[in-house]
């Protein structure tokens, strides 16, 4: 690790333990984070991008000091989180996704203005910050509403607004499009572009389960799984990875829901991965195969099973395919958390 | 515009006096935030007096109305002053609960470079005010109705303002220690500051002298300052007309005074204590920002 680092996490680790419903039952632990280790350089966009329960928001806690780990190593800009928790808090902030929190009774302007206190700022920067940024984000007709009124866009607009009103030296976005309807997530992303463009300096750390922000946006990312990052490289090396591969997109008449359908289709010579999906009247199969000429198999297998060949799409890979490919499902399906009893 | 902005300084060293004020102005607009002033004017005016009415009603009825005799005005004094330990103690306790359930602000607000002891003080100095005004009409009614043998001539100021000094921020000190607790707990034991402050009620001395509680629940009154603190007011309060009962009958004001000053040192350094490791264990716990949604 150099000290080009923004963040650097050794060997992370960190586990819950869990309290059974009755006070005399043995505490549960449940580990969020196995050994994790990242670096994320200082001018750098990162993603984090793994299912629900992989262990983003708990890397994102730890590094803003809303947690300790159990055992290992996080710092931020040289700073141990553990240890400097004030220093470590002037030069970051934190956006959450979906975020309907607030004090609904302030206005955004009233809102925006009270974090820029707690953040340090003197009453004349915080001010033309704010209105520089509302105008930024395009919210400054809206800027004595009231935090209750908003809609979800416009709350997320602000917490973005939050987010960046300190000039923060590393900016962690956890989900931040998350429940945002399209035009409000683009304009979210262009934001973030955007200020990383005009910061070379700064780092920003993104987590999201949208394989396509990840891909637009991150300079690097991290698969991240059942608390393990299991790839690391930019969007463009990992897609590489997949290119030697045949990736098609097929459309079929319903497989329904058998048990073990992905296990059959898997046992044709040739395919490495499946993942099918249930749509309306079809069923969708994402088929990495080790050569084209294996499709013909997938074929006859399905022809077997009474299910026809509606469309077929040869595509490249994509970085949904690199996860498939790495975790073995589906991004949406959550992970499965390892659970041990006793301590 | 874009690049203006981010042209200007870097973000300055957070103080503890810029997180009092601002917690404090934020706690203002909470308490404040009322739509009708009516409501606003029946919770600080008339909902105090009518909770110190039902405490003179059942004095009338056992005593047949003698409110000129000393254990009125130690009554009703001490009633009118608890008033600032319900706001207080509970106040800044249950500014943790609010901020982690009911605004769920506690990730925006701890990722910046507040100072979460003062800004706890900030957040309870609104109610502190609410308390004030209350404490103020009570105690004015009580003259008023009650002829509570009380002049601005005989009050003694000083020591007035010193034991107020003192008193309140021993219930900050408190509050801030059940605050600490609450920090590491599940929502379910929120009210852990109204129950000490329930406690305190019948244990400092606040409605009846410590002389009348069994000599073994004494030593519980007698290591909460707000126990000193309600003896001093009184006497600074009454002034002349101040008629003593026996546990504190052999304390000069002074006297009182140092160990109320003392008391209070210690309870505020537990505090600050109590809160650095209630802040690295709810963190270590993961509690810190978990929402219980109850």
Redesign the interface.
Known sequence: MTTSSAIEVQQLRRVYKLRGPKRKDAPRELVALESVDLEVKRGELFGLLGPNGAGKTTIIKILATLLLPTSGIARVEGLDVTQHVQAVRERISMVSGGETSGFGLLTIEENLWMFARFYGLDNATARQRIDALLKIVGIYERRTAKISDLSTGLRQKMNFIRGFISDPRVVFLDEPTLGLDVTAAREVRGFVKQWMSDHPERALLLTSHYMSEIDELCDRVAIVDTGKVLACDTPAALKKRLQREAVFQLKVSPIGPRPNREAMIEAVPGVRQVTVTEQDGYSELNLILEAEDALGGVLSHLNGRGSGLIALEKREPTLEDVFISIVGRRLDQDTTQREENGA | ??????N????????WL??FL?AA??GW??ES?WADPFLFAVYSIARPIASVLILVVMYSVITNGATDQPIFAYIYLGNALYILVGQVVSGVSWTVISDREQ????????????DGYFYLMGRGVARLLVGIISLVITVGFGVLAFQLPISLQTVDWLLFTVTMVLGIISLAALGHVMGSITMMTARQIGSVGDAVAGALYLFSGAIFPLDLLPSVLRPIGLIFPATYWLELARRALLGPGYVGFETFAGFSNSHLLLILLVATLLLLVASIYTYRWAF?RA????F??METNF
Do not use: C, H, K, S
């Open positions: 515009m874009y690049q203006t902005m981010m200007l300084p870097l973000v300055r060293r957070a103080n810029r997180t601002n102005w934020l607009q909470i935030n605004y769920r602000t506690v990730r925006q607000l701890y990722t910046t470079p507040l690295n963190r270590e716990t993961g810190f920002d």
